[in-house]
């Protein structure tokens, strides 16, 4: 594998060569926000892997880069040219898998993902915002976060467009059962400052977890304090508050961000525009 074939999030990512996503988790990550490590793969290297077309050498290369993840676990997520601009976010369009373990596990997940931007939903979608090339899809690999609770930010409300009222949602486990609209999250309105302007409480009854065997699994949650309560304070909304002021900083305001917290920690899983159709 050719050197410019992988790429640490570390280093300044070109959004026109590795896609908007992983270049802007590699501008959150040299800024100092809460984003874990990874690496992006060339959308000529995941192209090869989905074609059959590995050698044995880009299969060291890559089984080397997997091993800075301690426990093996992570995020395989598309980073597609154009994908995640101001007027296009394309999410929902390409696929992600989570707790993705070993080098066939990956490779595996990178195919997939490389299909998901050739399906028929994913050409209508293009065509209707005006892209006419071919999908031409970076891969992200990133240690992945053990989420307890998990959600999303709009640093803008997106009904009002006032950039004073921010919106949250948010459930327990991983944010796939937020964004993938399988329970009812915890809406809250907050200020600027992470001062709770409105609370909605969901109907949160089950949850996303990592599987030990890897991938993920539907947890049935029965404890009626934890489908009817609260699963974010006070102190997580300043938190929250704070890491949208941030990407506002980098990136201008009307953010979406995906967030997750693990073990008292937040961290930034995605930033992106938020597009005139909201979340696709």
Request: hydrophobic share 45%; proline share 3%.
């Amino acid at each position: 594998m050719r050197d410019d074939m992988l790429i640490s999030l570390s280093f300044h990512i070109d959004a026109q060569v590795y896609g908007g996503k992983a270049a802007r988790l590699s501008e959150t990550l040299r800024a100092g926000l809460p984003v874990l490590p990874g690496f992006a793969l060339h959308p000529d290297f995941v192209a090869r892997v989905a074609q059959g077309d590995l050698t044995s050498d880009d299969r060291i290369v890559l089984e080397h880069a997997l091993a800075q993840f301690k426990d093996g676990a992570v995020a395989v997520r598309s980073s597609a040219i154009g994908e995640d601009g101001a007027s296009a976010s394309f999410a929902g369009q390409h696929a992600s898998f989570l707790n993705v373990r070993g080098l066939d596990g990956v490779l595996s997940a990178i195919e997939r993902v490389w299909a998901s931007g050739r399906t028929e939903a994913a050409r209508l979608y293009r065509a209707r915002m005006g892209i006419a090339a071919e999908s031409r899809v970076a891969v992200i690999v990133q240690a992945l976060v053990p989420a307890e609770v998990a959600g999303v930010l709009f640093t803008i409300d997106p009904i009002s467009c006032s950039d004073e009222r921010w919106i949250v949602e948010a459930s327990w486990g991983l944010g796939e059962a937020v964004v993938g609209g399988l329970v009812t999250p915890d809406r809250y309105v907050i200020a600027r400052t992470g001062k709770l302007l409105e609370r909605q409480v969901g109907h949160k009854d089950v949850a996303i977890v990592a599987d030990e065997h890897g991938g993920t699994t539907e947890l049935k949650i029965n404890d009626p304090a934890r489908v009817q309560g609260a699963c974010l304070g006070e102190q997580a909304l300043v938190r929250l508050a704070e890491l949208g002021a941030a990407c506002e900083r980098l990136f201008g305001s009307g953010q979406d961000i995906e967030w997750a917290l693990a073990g008292g920690r937040l961290y930034l899983l995605q930033c992106r525009p938020v597009t005139s159709g909201g979340r696709t």
